[in-house]
């Protein structure tokens, strides 16, 4: 392609509303533009990245034996309230009415569309197993769109559905998946990991996230230095204390005065302690009704890990006034102590002694108390693991925590949608069963700004050769003679050898050419210019490392054929 033909309208300046650098890097290098908040329009750059990317995964999901179909944007209301989502989806779900007056949404997400098809045409054992996937715009009516193709309202996403007929084979599936999922973030040149992860409102019982890392990431992740396993800090799991160590001395702890000192910083330095000499009593409001959880003063209790410990539908911090009815003091000073609600600690707290807790009384809290002071529920895992905590999974290990962007999910359902949709199949004895499903999703557009957020410097984009929108860029020196005829020949060759080539053909300084080549980040630039000429040479320059070298412009091509040839 010729610079001079594409649309590629880069600015100088930095964008004002731009929060993360893939956001401002794609506004200033001609590669998005806004519509509306959180809706772009993807610019021929972008849509080469964003096709590559695509491309990537269809090969990859056709490859494990997922087929494409497409479904359809707009999906009648009915569907959705089978489910019961019509109701509690909110307003994220973009409705209207059609001429008819007939209730519609845009598709946020597709589980009822699919599941309705399958469960027309599959009624039998022998119709299963069956795994579909779409590459799609999508439409999620966000409060606060932000961050560019990170996070907008109107996106690209390729969502895949897998229908089996036992719980032992949709987990097969779901393994298979994974290793897809591998497949495609290694071959997009990107640096991740798979975590464990929770399954939000998706539902289901078992998931994995997949996360580009990336400092600017909004998820916090946490891996073992000895073995395979990482995780969302939102799920990790963390060592069970040993058993023994419960075995504490009671009855020795003391009421003393805490006047207006509420948090774990006021109260510590108050009585002069530590935050690790003090247990945090947290109030939760559920559907169980309410419950404390204990952890020490210096750890995070992760909700997501306490309702998974306590086995209950939904879970969140309680309101002040039912503190109040249930420990009968302010927040700030309550503990377990004498409390009436189930109690479940966190195990770290169990290896501690003579530690300070709330006395449920204004302005009061207790100091010297141990565990046998006040009746525990059960043991459980819910605070946030942090860099440094022996992994669960292996013997020596230890975790250290990353920055993620999460850019692609699988989940394991079950029978979540297929039973209250009424997808069944008759098993070999004809006796009707629902179908296990599993669902899978990778963002497309937030991969490429992923990608972005990964590979940057100050000077622009540097994309991985995979998903780059060309592998190279010619920048000739001067605008005839020589330098151009050399420039356009290597053009030519390297169109011939199939590989993606941009020639900078307009009619600018050396100086603007290469600020803009820096910008849009090609991987490979070809420098022709008079100087090398003499010599016999062109520069061939990498975008990453900005190492260069002199080669005869023949050698150029072939070293691109030979750079191109391994991305397969
Ligand atoms: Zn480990």
Redesign the pocket.
Known sequence: MRYSQMLIPTLREEPADAEVKSHSLMLRAGYIRKVAAGVYTYLPLCLRVIRKVENIVREEMSASGAQELLLPIVMPAELWQETGRWAVYGKELLRFRDRHNRDFCIGPTHEEAITDLLRYYVSSYRDLPKNCFQIQTKFRDEIRPRFGLMRGREFIMKDGYSFDCSAEKAHKTYDEMYDAYKRIFNRCGLRYRPVEATTGTIGGSRSHEFQVLAESGEDEIVS????E?AANVEKAELRPSSPESKKTEGGKFKKVETPNQKSVEEVCSFLKKKSTDLVKTLIFETDKGPIAGLVRGDHVLKEAKLKDAVGCEWCHMAEENTVKEVTGAPSGFSGPVNLAIPVYVDHSVADMKDFVVGANELDLHFVDVNISDFKIDKYVDIRRAQAGDG?P??KD?VYEEHKGIEVGQVFYLGTKYSEPMKATYLDEAGESKAIYMGCYGIGIGRTAAAAIEQNHDENGMIWPLPIAPFHVEIVPLAKDGEVVDIAEKIYRELEERNIEVLIDDRDLRAGVKFKDADLIGIPYRIIVGNKGLTDGVVELKERKSGDSQRVTPEEVVDKMVEMVSHLG
């Open positions: 073992c230095t000895k073995c396993y992994c999974k292996c290990g």
